[in-house]
């Protein structure tokens, strides 16, 4: 059983702070590591998927960072909105097939 | 581009009968893959169909479940008889091509399961 642990598991933070959280998985046999965003009642929407050790993405104000050797990613959000309250997953594959954590939920308060 | 769609959106059963999720991928998607999550927990992995294929079924809880994908178009999964701890979202995820998990799996809305 692979164990992919996200932290922290909730997050409130005050609209216009920037926040940070974490993805913890296997160092052995990375293949990929995915991030996604997710709304209740709404499709996971995807965000990043990083290959490579030392991969740093960028989309807006998100942003993700990857270590396979310690096995870890963070995501980060600079000047937080309330649009972006929802949960973030990130899901880890060795070659086969997604193992998701089970998410932070974030909550921007205005 | 339509996204993956899935019906219905919500299920309310008994235990003891039969459900049918339905799940319709992006056009030419041939990988599609089916989850669930389970209140609280995270999504896990079910199958994985490549076209008609089942590629990966491993994480089929048991033979209360059946997914099929005839013609490699939309993909139905069957619950037969329910039981309360199949209560969850099911979700079904399509991708395109051949480079495997390093493709991004677009997920659809899911399906809520209740089984009282």
Redesign the interface.
């Known amino acids: 059983i692979l164990n992919v642990e996200q932290s922290p598991q909730s997050l409130h933070v005050q609209e216009g702070d920037s926040t940070n959280f974490t993805c913890s998985f296997p160092s052995s046999n990375f293949y990929a590591l995915h991030w996604y965003r997710w709304e209740t009642a709404k499709s996971p929407e995807a965000l990043f998927v990083m290959t490579l050790n030392g991969d740093e993405k960028k989309k807006g104000r998100i942003s993700a960072t990857l270590n396979t050797k310690e096995g870890y990613s963070y995501l980060y959000i600079k000047g937080s909105q309330p649009e972006d309250s929802a949960t973030y997953l990130c899901a880890f594959s060795p070659g086969n097939q997604f193992y998701f954590g089970t998410g932070t939920s974030l909550t921007v308060i205005p | 581009e339509a996204?993956?769609t899935q019906f219905p959106?919500h299920s309310v059963i008994e235990k003891g009968q039969t459900v049918t999720l339905r799940c319709d991928p992006i056009s030419g998607h041939d990988n599609l893959?089916w989850?669930r999550r389970v209140m609280?927990?995270?999504?896990?992995?079910l199958l994985?169909f490549v076209k008609e294929s089942k590629q990966?079924e491993?994480?089929m809880p048991n033979n209360r479940f059946l997914a099929e994908r005839t013609g490699g178009t939309y993909s139905t999964l069957k619950v037969q008889p329910a039981e309360l701890e199949d209560s969850g979202v099911y979700?079904c995820a399509s991708s395109p091509g051949s480079a495997?998990?390093?493709?991004?799996?677009?997920?659809?809305?899911?399906t809520r399961l209740t089984v009282l």
Do not use: A, M
């Open positions: 996204g993956v959106s893959y989850y609280g927990k995270e999504i896990k992995f994985h990966d491993s994480g979700f495997g998990v390093r493709n991004t799996q677009y997920f659809g809305p899911g």
